[in-house]
């Protein structure tokens, strides 16, 4: 899957393919959690902590996690919805936000987002042409022209505009509603598109639809995605690359198949093992972590995992890992995991096919 | 049909069961004829897409359904029928014989009393016991649900929990009165991964300790294998195929339940396209004639778009709703 | 479904290596025929709506008679006689009566709907205006300023609505403009809070969010995507704190407080044909029931709007 070397010449693209398309550094952002009469800050929430990684140019990056992992609120940041505490996010080598680099407008013209709720992420009060006509418009594209380009658009994500077109959000179906978001997003002619849990609401059947338009979409207009998602199979089936996150922080990324194929970290192991097998004769019978992921609010020192892991040992509350490649072994550098515990990463093949015992 | 003696046979029974929703300018046919029997200590997984009717047929059962539902069929539950039952009758059945879990635990719990509180009260209500026996049976439930440090999280409110938790603590309310049947409605759908094969184990261990029947409602085709002895898929309100899981997983019949094996995203699909049901669910105000599924449906004929479909059902009970059935079935 | 619909369907789905699916155009939720907008389906429903239509009617006939005075009665509402005084209701060329000084009372009641209505009816336009604005900021850019806003208004929350108004029409004198101004003071708060609330709801949906995510100005933002989400819920508030409104009004100039006399104004009428109640008990009572019909037929309108405009009732 090596997109990245038949994109053709994007008159956007400035750094060339060798260059990430996007850059991000030490992403940060805490959310205080007020309480009191007088409205003291009385926690802080470590939504996003320290987070580094980058997409390169064509591809898909996947990003799993369960809830509070950080990886909406990471969507969030990079689309500036909410204002990171701190960090860099670089678009095809400008600094978002920084005098020298490019404008959050003009990033927010290159990446476009889709929410999860199909429903809210639609104006109740504007038919579907002209919800998806809307952003360019404020942009200045005569009426006329914006309205006959979303009009191609909905026919491009399968809705025949003569049916769908003065329709209200109301008046359609989850699936349909999706591809009109799609549509949307696709409006401004993105580079990068952010799909955060964008067919988690949606029913299986409907879902596979919706994955190969994505997929179709992908290659047709050489867009670049960051899928995030809880559905370890979706993610599996959609990105090159994986970046496994664990209450704010990024715990283990890499090829997907490298991921997929030899988790290292112990949470990706559990989380993997976790997966209902789809097989009667092979059902889980051990669980692969006891109790709920803990709360974000003022989350454990060190390694956050450390609290529900089997492998953890004192350096695990001292220190936080860094995300390092395994130092020998076949895996290659680009898999990254952030253990303090050689053994642990180990996958010992009994730990893996646990649950079909 | 139903003998009242309840020695052996279904604990649960279901015939012809059918909801319509009846308003000023809508006619909805949520569940049309659904049929099934449940043994004691058996799992049924009704599987299906929203809308297809599965809450619809649980609530049902429970008699939780609005005025304004016409409900026709039978109910038998332990040789009673819940549908003639009157009100003060059926309150002691709920929560008795048969009880109900949740999707959302934080709606189906009180937020202003303790687990404890509520679970006693339950108890109390349903068996006349002393407060304190039934304080005493609450700390055993939860302990039983595995909930960690049972005696303190018995005073907890149910905000004061974590999603886990709060779905441990509503199926210990729902056991409190030992039911003879437990409905599930997406207990697990809620939930993250690591916790969803946590409640599924639960469920699976609890089944066995206590011989109770489940009915299991999902759109999860995983959670559906982990936990079923038999699944049930529905669409459009009718059962469109019934079999063991491994019948249902390995050899489906219908084309509905292939379309949808087919489309459900698993391990080792990468790279290839995806197989796709064409279109959404009927809308159940307007339901086409003959098989629900015939315009969605790659094999249909003319036959499928008129009059009843006949249910074709093997020696081992493997039943599907097809016309095409016997020819379809390169396995 | 059409049968053309069907056939569409059919035939895409015949040409199944097709790039993007148009199987999925196949009619899945049959809307029947042409689906009409958001206000022309509300417009339907209101349509439907018997009691609403009942009361809209209701309200139409009072603003005919109140503003068509002239048509419906020849009588000078200022003119009486001793000799007609307290007449009963059907008299004949006074149908409803006359009043302590021998005035026609239709006529009364008609002009003096027109007094009533506007001193009932200007308030809430200003609240409307005022207070829709600041709830709108308050709600929108939320933090400190929504702070600062909400809680200047829950001062003003602390007193009972009719001591307010009293207390205002106190401090400024009496006049109908005055209670005008006092009940307009009355009506901002809860127009604020209400306003403050729908907004804050509809800014933190994700249409919101993908506005801004796409580029869009507050402003436009605002006009386009939380205007047109708001205004629904808050005009039908404000129709709800007319039919408030009209008995407040009443009462303060039940009091003396509002319009003076000799102005006809259903609560002066009111309390002037007070001390006629033993005498003509029946016709004493009918401005009160004026004020009752109309304050009721708002209500009952609001409530009706409020449903119609609904989507997730039908849905």
Redesign the interface.
Known sequence: MSAALQIPLDPRDRGGPAQPLLLVENLRKHFPVRGGILNRQTATVQAVDDVSFSVRKGETLGIVGESGCGKSTTARLLMRLIEPDAGDVIFDGDAVGDRRGISVNDMRRQMQMVFQDSYTSLNPRMTMVESIAYAPRMHGTPRREAIDRAEMLLHRVGLNPRQYARRYPHELSGGQRQRVNIARALALEPRLVILDEAVAALDKSVEAQVLNLLGELKESLNLTYLFISHDLNVVEYMSDRVMVMYLGRVVEAGPVESIYRHPRHPYTRALFASKPTLDPDRRTTEMPLTGDPPNPINPPSGCRFRTRCAFAQPRCAERVPELLAPVAGDADASHVVACHVPEAQTPKHHTTEVGHA | MPDGSMVQGPVLRVEDLTVRFTRR?TDVAAVNGVNFSLNAGETLTILG??GSGKSVSLKAMMGLLPGYARIDGRIWLNGRDMLTLPEAELRKVRGGAISMIFQEPMAALDPVYTIGEQIAETIVQHEGCSKDTAWKRALGLLEQVKI?SAARRLKNYPHEM????RQRAMIALALACSPSVLLADEPTTAL???????I??LLRQLQQELGMAIVFVT?????A??I?DRIAVMYAGRFAETGT??QI?RQPLHPYTK??L??????G???T???????????LA?L?PGCAFA??C?YAVDACRQGDIPVVTDETGHMARCVRVEEAVPA | MSATTIKQGHDARMSSTLQTEIAITTPDMPVGGVTPGYWKSVAGRLLRDKVTMAVTLVILGILFITLGAPLVTSYDPYAGSIMTRLKPIGTPGHWLGTDETGRDLWTRLCYGGRMSLLAAILPVTIALIAGGFLGVLAGYAGGRVGTLIMRTMDVFYAFPSILLAIAICGLLGNGLSNSIIALAVVFIPPMVRVSETVTSQARGLDFVEAARASGTTTLQIIRHHVLANVLGPILVYATSLISVSIILSAGLSFLGLGVTPPQPEWGLMLNSLRQAIYVQPYVAALPGLMIFITSMSFNLMSDGFRSAMDVRLNK
């Open positions: 300018d897409e929203s960690p974590s999603g886990g938790m993250d991964v690591t916790v969803q094969i946590q599924l184990l759109h999860d085709v995983g959670a294998a982990e079923s899981t491994r997983m379309g949808l087919a489309s459900t995203v698993h391990g699909m990468r790279g396209r995806l197989e796709t049901i064409p279109g959404s669910p009927p809308n307007h086409p315009p969605r790659r």
